[in-house]
T-cell receptor, first 113, second 111 residues
Framework: DAGVIQSPRHEVTEMGQEVTLRCKPI?????LFWYRQTMMRGLELLIY????????DSGMPEDRFSAKMPNASFSTLKIQPSEPRDSAVYFC???????????FGPGTRLLVL | RKEVEQDPGPFNVPEGATVAFNCTYS??????FFWYRQDCRKEPKLLMS???SGNEDGRFTAQLNRASQYISLLIRDSKLSDSATYLC????????????FGTGTRLTIIP
């Protein structure tokens, strides 16, 4: 079975550009999570969805970040405009339901120059 | 106290040795805890869940001390393949959907 799929795997962009990260959760999973990992701050939860509805976005750093989940098999995390401090690894994770084990995708390595 | 705090290491341990990591947490209401493993440049993967005083899975033992608010992970007969970063994870609130990850303890097993 396919795990969580993320694209792109690597992204290099210039400051001010829009960045869109994509995630396909495991089929049948109802909860989806976006995390960011940096050396300084570790792994941080940005936002999570349950049944395609955003439940908690308190971890989203600022208005430049937005996330959507238009259907059960697709989610996006958008950064507009991007800044060098957004450079990090962004992970998407999904779980069968709230509180169940979270399975992580391979991550997107973002570098903003 | 930080929400989740771990000794960052690195721990450099000879193959076959026993190694233990500790993790402290601040939320006394937390009921369940997790250890995730993250290999270099890979995603985190669940290693063990801890729901009561402890849990054992082969060479791995996780123990929970609620009074002192710490969780430990013990690895016996360490293998080269155990080299990784081990993340202590504590849920926020009452459900397990919002997880707080520690910054991780880096372990290297030396041949």
């Amino acid at each position: 079975d396919a795990g969580v799929i993320q694209s792109p795997r690597h992204e290099v962009t210039e400051m001010g550009q829009e960045v869109t990260l994509r995630c396909k959760p495991i089929s049948g999973h109802n909860s989806l999570f976006w995390y960011r990992q940096t050396m300084m701050r570790g792994l941080e939860l940005l936002i999570y969805f349950n049944n395609n509805v955003p439940i908690d976005d308190s971890g989203m750093p600022e208005d430049r970040f937005s996330a959507k989940m238009p259907n059960a098999s697709f989610s996006t995390l958008k950064i507009q405009p991007s800044e060098p401090r957004d450079s990090a690894v962004y992970f998407c994770a999904s779980s069968f339901s709230k509180g169940e084990t979270q399975y992580f995708g391979p991550g997107t390595r973002l570098l903003v120059l | 106290r930080k929400e989740v705090e771990q000794d960052p290491g690195p721990f450099n341990v000879p193959e076959g040795a026993t190694v233990a990591f500790n993790c402290t947490y601040s939320n006394s209401a937390s009921q369940s805890f997790f250890w995730y493993r993250q290999d270099c440049r890979k995603e985190p993967k669940l290693l063990m869940s801890v729901y009561s005083s402890g849990n054992e899975d082969g060479r791995f033992t996780a123990q929970l001390n609620r009074a002192s608010q710490y969780i430990s992970l013990l690895i016996r007969d360490s293998k080269l393949s155990d080299s990784a970063t081990y993340l202590c994870v504590v849920p926020r609130g009452f459900g397990n959907e919002k997880l707080t990850f520690g910054t991780g303890t880096r372990l290297t097993i030396i041949p």
